[in-house]
């Protein structure tokens, strides 16, 4: 069922309250080290995963990483530089299936979509090959990197869902953490997020 409008219009106000308004100041065209940061700490809780206590910040440079694709090839964060990319946070398989029903409009969009799982690179490899996914998917087997990105849960030692937008120079451009959006929604969110940058 199709939702109306003045509901998105009221999940956009709700999130614009939480923090993504600080995800509309215009992206840097080089990197800068002196640009101005903004905090928004009640966007994300600190997550432990060993030691690691996360903190994603609008305006501040994404975490870095490395982790294995679903080709078994080795994939870092700063390989993404002069792309927008939207890192989306999963455990569970139909998260990532769904996906695929935005991927075309969000690289129209000038964003790649990359997935990051519990799920090993061979089953992601089956999964891509069994739905026809054409987008990145990366394995975090042990949840640290989600846990950087406060989207690990280590009560249950599970991935939360979540969607962190990366702009072309690694800074956060916006965060939605600890909840799973209908990709219809998450799109235009991301829509509405991009007419600022």
Same mark, same amino acid.
């Given at each position: ?94 998260? =990532? !299936?769904?996906?695929? *029903?935005?991927? $075309?409009?969000?690289?129209? &969009?000038?964003?790649?979509?990359? +997935? ?28 640290? =990197? !989600?846990?950087?990105? *406060?989207?690990? $849960?280590?009560?249950?030692? &599970?991935?939360?869902?979540?969607? +962190? ?33």
């Amino acid at each position: 069922m199709k939702r109306p409008i003045p509901y998105l219009v009221a999940l956009i106000s709700t999130l614009i309250a939480a923090g993504i308004a600080l995800a509309q100041a215009p992206e840097p065209k080089t990197p800068s080290p002196s640009a101005p940061t903004q905090t928004d700490k009640s966007q994300t809780p600190s997550t432990g995963y060993r030691g690691v206590n996360s903190q994603i910040s609008i305006g501040e440079s994404a975490p870095g990483f490395e982790l294995t694709n679903a080709n078994g090839k080795n994939v870092r964060l700063s390989s993404f530089v002069g792309t927008r990319i939207l890192l989306c946070f999963a455990e569970r398989r139909e998260m =990532i !299936s769904e996906l695929k *029903a935005i991927v $075309d409009s969000l690289g129209a &969009s000038g964003v790649q979509l990359v +997935v990051i799982a519990r799920d090993s690179p061979h089953s992601l490899k089956a999964l891509a090959e069994r739905d026809g996914l054409a987008f990145e998917m990366l394995s975090d087997p042990t949840g640290q =990197i !989600s846990a950087m990105y *406060a989207s690990y $849960d280590p009560g249950t030692s &599970s991935i939360r869902p979540g969607y +962190v937008l990366v702009g072309r120079t690694n800074l956060v451009r916006m965060a939605i953490l600890g909840q799973r959006l209908p990709p219809g929604e998450l799109l235009e969110i991301i829509r509405y997020v991009l007419t600022a940058l």
